[in-house]
């Protein structure tokens, strides 16, 4: 099997210009970044296909030899698939951060920019004794409160509330004297 040199220089480049490109803080330039990444894996698996042969049918006569191989087709068919999904979320996060900040470019958070100054000036084990948890057997956060029971509304609680849904039972209203659903031993007439 004898592989050309030149694709895999290519797909060398491609790959290398790819990850300086996702470096960027420019979302535009990840998404470069990101489509180059994904051409280079493509070309890597059409290098990896080897030599280009017979489609991959079984027919009886055919040398299996002298068959290509399928499997670098069916990974190169899915990570265009990925490639696309991916873009496309790409590009719905460039087109929300346009609208939001008339720029793609990602700026630093304050609260980042304070923690690794603090971590800087601060020695390791006041921060790993600042993430040890005094109540590590606790497992939820609702451990003593009082949780209320869910109320299902009915027709007649609320003046809005429009039950149109078909129902076995006769409706009865809330506003209504004779209905004694409220009362204690709940009797009804």
């Known amino acids: 099997m004898s592989v050309s040199l030149v694709l895999i220089i290519v797909m060398a480049v491609l790959f290398a210009c790819g990850v300086y490109a996702m470096l960027e803080r420019s979302l535009t330039r990840v998404l470069i970044g990101f489509l180059l990444l994904g051409n280079a894996a493509n ?42 999904a991916i873009s496309a979320f790409l590009l719905a996060l460039i087109y929300r951060s346009w609208q939001l900040g008339q720029a793609d470019t990602v700026i630093d958070d304050a609260d980042d920019v304070a923690l690794r100054t603090r971590a800087a000036d601060e020695p390791e084990d006041a921060i790993d004794e600042e993430s040890r948890s005094d109540d590590e057997d606790v497992t939820t956060d609702f451990v003593g409160d009082v949780a209320s029971p869910i109320r299902v509304l009915h027709q007649g609680d609320l003046s809005q509330l ?8 006769v409706a009865v209203r809330r506003d209504d004297p004779t209905d004694r659903r409220d009362t204690p031993d709940g009797d009804r007439p």
């Open 43 to 84: 070309l890597l698996l059409l290098i990896v296909m080897g030599r280009p042969g017979v489609a991959p049918f079984y027919d009886g006569e055919t040398d299996a030899a002298e068959m290509s191989d399928a499997l670098p087709q069916a990974l190169t068919l899915t990570a265009i698939v990925i490639t696309f």
């Open 162 to 169: 429009v039950d149109d849904a078909p129902v076995d039972r």
